[in-house]
């Protein structure tokens, strides 16, 4: 199930917090705690004296550490739910 709140915050969505199933105690936490390091990230902002080269490569950067964290979380929801 998708979260359709428009409120939701970048790591609630990614990780879809509001689903039902996530409602379980320790997925929860998994899930609730990666989307605060989500958040955390999804808040950085460039350096101003960033080039555009710079600005892609922070931008780059961001994305795979969002990634990384929400792969992270799927395993140790797979591992709580083994």
């Known amino acids: 199930m998708q979260d359709t709140n428009p409120n939701s915050s970048?790591?609630?969505?990614?990780?879809?917090t509001?689903?039902?199933?996530?409602?379980s105690?320790?997925?929860k936490a998994i899930?609730?705690?990666t989307a605060e390091l989500i958040?955390?990230?999804s808040r950085l902002n460039?350096?101003?004296?960033?080039?555009?080269?710079?600005i892609?490569?922070?931008?780059?950067?961001?994305a795979l550490a969002m990634t990384e964290y929400?792969?992270?979380?799927?395993?140790?929801?797979k591992a709580a739910t083994v």
Not at 10 to 16: D, Q, S
Request: charged letters at 35%; a positive charge.
């Open 70 to 77: 929400e792969s992270a979380a799927m395993w140790a929801v």
């Open 39 to 41: 958040n955390l990230i």
């Open 10 to 16: 970048v790591g609630e969505y990614k990780l879809r």
């Open 25 to 27: 105690g320790v997925i």
């Open 56 to 62: 892609k490569e922070f931008n780059r950067l961001k």
């Open 18 to 23: 509001n689903s039902t199933v996530t409602n």
């Open 31 to 33: 899930k609730d705690k």
């Open 46 to 54: 460039p350096h101003e004296s960033f080039v555009e080269r710079d």
